[in-house]
T-cell receptor, first 115, second 111 residues
Framework: DVKVTQSSRYLVKRTGEKVFLECVQD?????MFWYRQDPGLGLRLIYF???????EKGDIPEGYSVSREKKERFSLILESASTNQTSMYLC??????????????FGSGTRLTVV | DAKTTQPNSMESNEEEPVHLPCNHS???????IHWYRQLPSQGPEYVIH???SNVNNRMASLAIAEDRKSSTLILHRATLRDAAVYYC????????????FGKGTKLSVKP
């Protein structure tokens, strides 16, 4: 079964720490995405990537950066974690040029708490 | 992406059909209609999508109105496992953008 795997299910970090959230997909998908999900706000796009070493800002990129050194791996980086970054983080992937005709595959999410 | 309107919540009985409505009156000719669902404590899951014609797959059916201003996701026999938030999303024709999730419909299934 095809998969998007997020490295941690739950994570607790301290304010000011640098945090890495890892996402790996085994479907050879070109596109990868990072969302965060908060009650009452729904899912919001942070960053996405069409290809290795390429990245595009989503709707809420502030305080985040990303890295895509290999096709199958897309990392989300919180440079200096803050409490307002406490959230559920969801990674997704899809085929290139197929935003219309194919679905996204999501990981199970990482629930990050910043204390 | 164009906006969709869904009821906040719906209830169904187990083993009965469920019809989840979605209004998208501003849809344009090249917009695809996508449905996702999110089970508790999981990431969203692709369900089905369509453009103009009704669509069927192993999970559900999608009925699209002739004017395309509304659509209905049909679960033929609801199970307890179908309790989830269902999102109706329009994918803009030619867009390389992202999925924009609204608030969705929370479906409860009673035994």
């Amino acid at each position: 079964d095809v998969k998007v795997t997020q490295s941690s299910r739950y994570l607790v970090k301290r304010t000011g720490e640098k945090v890495f959230l890892e996402c790996v997909q085994d479907m050879d998908h070109e596109n990868m995405f990072w969302y965060r999900q908060d009650p009452g706000l729904g899912l919001r796009l942070i960053y996405f990537s069409y290809d290795v070493k390429m990245k595009e800002k989503g709707d809420i990129p502030e305080g985040y950066s990303v890295s895509r050194e290999k096709k199958e791996r897309f990392s989300l980086i919180l440079e200096s974690a803050s409490t307002n970054q406490t959230s559920m983080y969801l990674c997704a992937s899809s085929l290139w040029g197929s935003f219309l005709n194919y679905g996204y595959t999501f990981g199970s999410g990482t629930r990050l708490t910043v204390v | 992406d164009a906006k969709t309107t869904q009821p906040n919540s719906m209830e169904s009985n187990e083993e009965e059909p469920v019809h989840l409505p979605c209004n998208h009156s501003t849809i344009s000719g090249t917009d695809y209609i996508h449905w996702y669902r999110q089970l508790p404590s999981q990431g969203p899951e692709y369900v089905i999508h369509g453009l103009t014609s009704n669509v069927n797959n192993r999970m559900a059916s999608l009925a699209i109105a002739e004017d395309r201003k509304s659509s209905t996701l049909i679960l033929h026999r609801a199970t307890l496992r179908d309790a989830a938030v269902y999102y109706c999303i329009l994918r803009v024709g030619g867009s390389q953008g992202n999925l924009i999730f609204g608030k969705g419909t929370k479906l409860s299934v009673k035994p």
